[in-house]
């Protein structure tokens, strides 16, 4: 079976069945073992100052700290069926408009009982899948506290692992308790955790992490709180995206410094790090895990819906999640170093046009207010 890793090598990036033949060999298995190849890193040099951006982030850390059991109202009552009609309803009338004939497919004899199933599949799928990336982030930056050698950068760190902690938690909670099942990490998302923990070199898992994933969690979050019509999950996100928007923050004002004394030789492992992990992330929006638990062949509901034999990266929703990535790494100079080895590629995925937008080293404090909302206001 290919690799991510093969396809990209053959240039197979838009192949939707070399994409396909991806799949999670394990997902019955609850442990799922990496190997670490880093060194631990001690610094005997514990003076602060050195970063003063770091340090800011840092404080503000300190005293953003929420509890996930007391500072969300878990006694809301969440009708999944209900949410789950109202977005069911509006992509039936989004498919009625973009003119899809399901004439002569198994959609066809779809009934509301089986389009109302789908919705919360959907559902389940994206909060799991949400969920696993939080794990990932967790072990990560307990990673990162171990491997970089700034002592600054080990104690912004420290508070992210807490934060991730608690977004697996709240996540968990949420499924376990509000929805109806959960979902094993998809097949894309699982290899590219794995690649980011199994790297030796300290600022890969900064890049795959926190200016990757992280980066495309926060443009995910901000798009499902804004659609979501549960108060209980639209609270929660807020939470999650304030310490989101540190997180992808603390990426890049660390890896500024590091990759302005890289050699163009460095940098283009890093683009091609970023490339491959861009790729993965698409990837996992196909969500065939979905089709397959709803008997529905996965090239037929893909191509279907206005996804042609080749992945043409046309879809509004998976380009804007590429909305805090693309700046980030035009900060990072990754975007246009090596005669813009990285942008060429962004643009085989369509997601160039958000080079412009604000980067989150200079956007996360507005970020973190607008974000979280205290109280009574934050299940508005």
């Not at 798009?223 to 639209?234: C, E, N, V, Y």
């Amino acid at each position: 079976m290919a690799t991510d890793a093969e396809i990209l090598g053959r240039g197979e990036v838009n192949d939707l069945s070399a994409i396909l033949s991806i799949t999670n060999t394990d997902v019955d298995e609850a442990i799922h073992t990496v190997a670490d190849n880093a060194d631990a890193i001690f610094t005997w040099d514990y003076e602060k100052g050195k970063r003063p951006a770091l340090n800011k982030l840092y404080e503000k850390a300190k005293h953003s700290q929420w509890n996930g059991e007391t500072d969300l109202d878990w006694s809301i009552t969440v009708d999944q069926e209900q949410f789950a009609k109202a977005i069911m309803d509006m992509r039936r009338q989004g498919m009625a408009d973009a003119g899809i004939d399901l004439t002569g497919t198994v959609f066809e004899r779809w009934g509301d009982k089986e389009w109302l199933q789908m919705a919360m599949e959907n559902q389940n799928w994206s909060l799991s899948q949400f969920m696993h990336g939080e794990q990932g982030a967790l072990l990560c930056t307990a990673k990162i506290v171990e491997t970089v050698p700034w002592i600054d950068a080990k104690y912004y760190a420290a508070t992210q692992v807490m934060d991730e902690a608690r977004h697996v938690e709240v996540f968990a909670k949420y499924l376990d308790t509000k929805l109806s099942g959960h979902y094993p990490v998809n097949a894309h998302l699982k290899m590219l955790l794995d690649d980011i923990i199994a790297d030796s070199r300290w600022d890969m898992t900064y890049l795959g992490m926190q200016i990757m994933v992280e980066g495309l969690a926060l443009a995910a979050f901000g798009m499902a709180h804004q659609t979501t019509p549960d108060p209980l999950l639209k609270q929660l996100l807020r939470y999650v995206m304030s310490d989101e928007a540190r997180h992808v923050a603390f990426g890049v004002l660390s890896l500024k410094e590091f990759y302005d004394g890289l050699t163009d030789a460095e940098m283009l492992e890093r683009q091609e790090f970023a490339f491959e992990a861009a790729v993965r992330m698409r990837d996992r929006f196909l969500q065939q895990e979905v089709w397959d638990r709803m008997g529905v062949d996965v090239k037929e509901a893909i191509r279907l819906f206005d996804v042609p034999a080749e992945v043409k990266n046309q879809d509004p929703f998976q380009q804007l999640l590429f909305s805090k990535i693309v700046p980030n790494t035009k900060k990072l100079g990754l975007l246009d170093a090596n005669d813009g080895w990285l942008r060429k590629r962004f643009d085989t995925l369509g997601v160039t046009q958000f080079e412009d937008w604000v980067d989150t080293g200079e956007e996360y404090a507005d970020l973190d207010e607008v974000s979280k909302d205290r109280g009574a206001a934050a299940t508005a």
